[in-house]
């Protein structure tokens, strides 16, 4: 068995910055802070039901509290795990219109990193217990001064400090990179403590899944459209017809993509003229989870270019999304260079 197998997150961060002697031990306790919000907002996923939690806000619970729904609550519990650590200059969250700039409270070099999470991805999902996930990505700030600003979350995914999601799953399970692979722990609840469960993960470089909400169908461009038909063609030669999975939770599809290879899709559709891009986000989206499939081996496009080469203009802004084995990636882009006249 692997060494690493079973060392707890903490010593495998450690660890880490041990083989680095220019790290400052920051990102160490970064990433201790989002372990300790991933296993509180994994409890309160873990007894949605019971808790009276999955309420729309307004309500009261028995303790006369008042209920916040779990994504609100998932939004306190990282916005209150970011803003103690006192190593960020500024935030962004998927639920907070507007950035959240941080206090510098008297330190000298203010913080260092701005973090962009998406606290609780596929929440609309929770009230049929499908799995859920949460999302960060941490950069360097790059602004002069001590203050955070917006320069400091618009930033291309290439260039990353570290990325990583939360699978709350029938196990809760983190999933991160600092740039040296991919590599996941497993949340012992009996321990309290997230356990090294997969050592440098790598994705087939084609897989034979395709995941993607068919029911936008009509709305996409005739290179997707020819693309998503091609994987339904009977080819034994080449594994088709693809299996079809698709459970609507970005978070939980994505894992089983990097497990079990194949392109995970959200792509632009005409549905809804407001947004001509899809559903998915950028920043807090699909940046991190194309950092963890690059990490692994795969790839991630917007169907023209690499999602990591991306140059965000606004904290929300949405992005076609095919992300998965490399192959699979490419597969796409060639349907949508040849049948797209027009850019997605
Ligand atoms: P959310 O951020 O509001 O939860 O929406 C994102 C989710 C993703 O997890 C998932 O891939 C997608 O929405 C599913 O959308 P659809 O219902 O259109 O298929
Ligand atoms: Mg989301």
Not at 94 to 112: H, L, Q, S, Y
Request: with cysteine.
């Amino acid at each position: 068995m692997d060494s690493k197998i079973g060392m707890t997150l903490t010593r495998h961060i450690y660890e880490g910055e041990r083989v680095h002697p220019e790290a400052t031990g920051e990102l160490t306790g970064i990433l201790n802070q989002i372990a300790l919000a991933a296993k509180i907002v994994s409890r309160e996923v873990r007894k949605a039901g019971l808790a009276e939690i999955l309420g729309f806000t307004g309500q009261r619970n028995v303790q006369g509290e008042e209920v916040r729904k779990l994504d609100q609550f998932a939004n306190d519990v990282f916005m209150t795990a970011f803003s103690h650590l006192g190593h960020f200059c500024i935030m962004a969250s998927e639920e907070v219109d507007k950035p959240i700039p941080m206090p510098v409270d008297g330190r000298p070099d203010g913080g260092r990193y701005s973090v962009v999470f998406d606290p609780l991805d596929g929440s609309s999902n929770i009230d049929a217990n499908v799995g859920v996930g949460s999302i960060f990505a941490v950069h360097h700030k790059i602004s002069p001064g001590r203050d955070g600003t917006i320069t400091d979350l618009l930033q291309p995914g290439r260039r990353l400090a570290a990325a990583g999601y939360v699978v709350y799953g029938s196990s809760t399970m983190l999933v991160l990179s600092t740039g040296h692979g991919v590599h996941a722990f497993t949340l012992d609840p009996s321990v309290g403590e997230f356990l090294q469960s997969h050592h440098h993960i790598r994705i087939r470089e084609r897989g034979t899944i395709y995941s993607a909400n068919e029911g936008n169908y009509p709305y996409w461009s005739q290179g997707v459209r020819r693309f998503v038909s091609h994987m339904k063609q009977h080819d034994p030669t080449t594994g088709r017809p693809y299996s079809s999975r698709y459970i609507g939770s970005m978070v939980a599809d994505i894992h089983r993509t990097l497990l079990y290879g194949g392109i995970f899709m959200y792509p632009a559709d005409s549905k809804d003229p407001k947004k001509p891009h899809g559903k998915l986000r950028l920043l807090y989206e699909c940046s991190p989870i194309a950092f963890l499939l690059e990490q692994a081996g795969g790839a991630a496009s917007d169907g023209h270019r690499p999602i990591l080469d991306i140059q965000p203009t606004e904290v929300h802004q949405r992005t076609p999304f095919f992300a998965g084995s490399v192959e699979n990636v490419r597969e796409v882009e060639t349907f949508i260079a040849r049948y797209d006249a027009v850019r997605a």
